[in-house]
């Protein structure tokens, strides 16, 4: 293998520096990101205590999973998942001789990310305004429930209370039902992803200009983003209800439909997937009605359409409704469960399903994460190292790239600095 192609597979961000400060899922997400386009992503955390997903439930050790931690050596599944190919140090902020290494890393550095809530970074001493004195090309990226401004910078926030704050439970659960929150941390994983599309854009300006600046990313306006896609506040005038189930409400039909053994997703965006739909159905005898090719009749009259499609269904397993529609190019799925997503190929083959490693123990349980989801032609990295444990690479940091003595490290060891 050539030095090219080494320096490919270290991924597109290699030689970037990020200094990560964050916990829970929106940061370490953001930096899990950028880890894997191949950027160092150095965790900073106190002496005592990482981050906290380190040492809650369930965990994952020799043992396999439990929600007890049985052994010493036992670490948070969520953190085995998230701080992937991070590196780990520990340092106490709160005293000025860890201040003094604070502001020698950030000099090295090219971004710096933290999910405190407003107010605390400036406490600590580590805001944007603070932080640029000592490395005026920083890249600081503060993830907040609610931005950095605004009258309700300062509420306290975890996931689901931003998806009731941004309208997604209002409009989650079926029309006559109540609201309900997303299946997954949708509000959390959506902002880390926002956070590094604003790092990256960011970053590449620090290229031309040499100065960095603040990016305010906040999960309320994240999610915002999303959910007035869709023309909410016109939903009375045009008679829809604020919760559509599993609907789109621009199209019909776009749905959920009972199959013999389960159930299936499918929809018809276009008239000619409608067509297509009708074709495989054996009803093309409604395209010669003008009506069922008006898209918006079909959408007043959706319950219409919904029927029409679950005669057709309900007589049919799911494999045979999936086959038959995917053989007429009808956008459709299985609805796939866990062990469905684990049994599909296709995901294999993208490498999305991975094994998630223990720093120091050998697992005899197979625990599976999701693999890189951005797939680069020339630059491809991904994630290659399991998740650190607590303070594994202070010797490589303080040692190697501050250039400190053994004996330094030690003494700052013993007085509880690192």
């Not at 001789?97 to 604070?102: C, K, T």
């Not at 000592?134 to 926030?157: E, Q, W």
């Not at 395209?287 to 005669?311: H, L, P, Q, S, Y």
């Amino acid at each position: 293998m050539t030095a090219s192609q080494m320096m490919t597979r270290q991924g597109a961000l290699h030689g970037v520096r990020v200094l990560d400060l964050t916990r829970f899922y929106s940061g370490p997400f953001a930096t899990l990101m950028l880890a894997g386009f191949g950027a160092e992503v150095i965790r900073i955390d106190g002496p005592e205590q990482g981050d906290p997903t380190m040492t809650g439930p369930p965990f994952l050790g020799k043992d396999g999973v439990s929600l007890d931690r049985k052994h010493d050596s036992d670490l948070g599944l969520a953190y085995l998942k998230r701080c992937r190919d991070k590196k780990s140090i520990t340092l106490n902020m709160r005293t000025p001789e860890g201040m003094e290494l604070f502001h020698a890393l950030l000099r090295k550095s090219d971004i710096l990310v933290e999910n405190l809530r407003p107010g605390a970074a400036e406490r600590l001493g580590i805001d944007y305004e603070t932080n640029r004195q000592v490395n005026p090309a920083i890249v600081h990226c503060a993830l907040t429930g609610y931005g950095s401004t605004g009258a309700d910078r300062r509420l306290k926030a975890y996931d689901l209370m931003i998806q009731a704050a941004a309208g997604l439970m209002s409009i989650t659960g079926a029309p006559d039902g109540g609201p309900s929150k997303a299946g997954t941390a949708l509000a959390d994983g959506i902002t880390g992803a926002f956070a590094v599309s604003g790092i990256l854009a960011a970053l590449t300006e620090q290229r031309m200009s040499g100065r960095g600046q603040f990016v305010d990313v906040a999960m309320a306006d994240c999610l915002l983003s999303l959910v007035l896609d869709e023309p909410l506040d016109c939903y009375p005038q045009m008679g829809m209800a604020p919760r559509q189930g599993n609907r789109i409400m621009r199209f019909s039909p776009f749905n959920t439909y009972v199959t013999r053994d389960g159930a299936i997703a499918l929809g018809a965006a276009t008239n000619e997937d409608w067509l297509a739909l009708l074709g495989v159905i054996d009803r093309l005898d409604l395209a010669e009605d003008a009506k069922f090719m008006n898209t918006g009749w079909r959408v007043a009259n959706n319950a219409i359409i919904d029927a029409i499609v679950i005669e057709w269904t309900e007589k049919r397993t799911t494999a045979e409704a999936i086959e038959a529609l995917t053989r007429g190019d009808v956008a459709a799925s299985p609805i796939r469960d866990i062990d469905d997503i684990l049994a599909w190929e296709h995901l294999g083959a993208r490498d999305m399903l991975q094994t998630i490693a223990h720093p120091t123990e050998t697992l005899e349980q197979r625990v599976v994460g999701a693999g890189f989801p951005i797939k680069m032609g020339r630059t491809a990295k991904g994630y290659t190292a399991p998740a650190p444990t607590l303070g594994q690479h202070n010797q490589e940091v303080y040692g190697g790239l501050l250039g400190l003595s053994g004996e330094r490290i030690d003494d700052l060891k013993c007085r509880r600095i690192i």
